[in-house]
């Protein structure tokens, strides 16, 4: 059983910078793959960017170039930095992981989930 908890969401303004963070409860992390999803209010839940092992990402359209994912295997950590916020950001990001993933942006694919954290941008 692997445990993710997520951290560093908060309200910022429109045009700011914000980076997430998640950690991870185990001593196989580099064996994971690993991404972020949101869920807008009244959404269903979306890809925002994935990182596999050997530390290749990919990226949800609306976020690219602004976004980047990054993780540190010795920290069991993974990151989202979230520069050049928009209002349509504004969501819960949820940290996820998963031995094989075939679909890095079908939620299907992971099997451990963090409870999200919280992202507010006003304008």
């Known amino acids: 059983q692997v445990q993710l908890v997520e951290s560093g969401g908060d309200s910022v303004q429109a045009g700011e910078s914000l980076r997430l963070s998640c950690i991870a409860s185990t001593n196989t992390y580099a064996r994971y793959f690993l991404a972020w999803f949101r869920q807008q209010a009244g959404k269903k839940r979306e890809a925002v960017a994935a990182?596999?092992?050997?530390?290749?990402?990919t990226y949800g359209d609306s976020v690219k170039g602004r976004f980047t994912i990054s993780k540190d295997n010795a920290k069991k950590t993974l990151y989202l930095q979230m520069n050049s916020l928009k209002l349509e950001d504004t969501a819960i990001y949820f940290c996820?992981?998963?031995?094989?993933?075939?679909?890095?942006?079908?939620?299907?694919?992971?099997?451990?989930w963090g409870q999200g954290t919280q992202v507010t941008v006003s304008s």
């Open positions: 996820a992981a998963g031995l094989y993933v075939a679909d890095a942006v079908a939620e299907y694919e992971y099997n451990y």
């Open positions: 990182i596999d092992r050997d530390g290749r990402s």
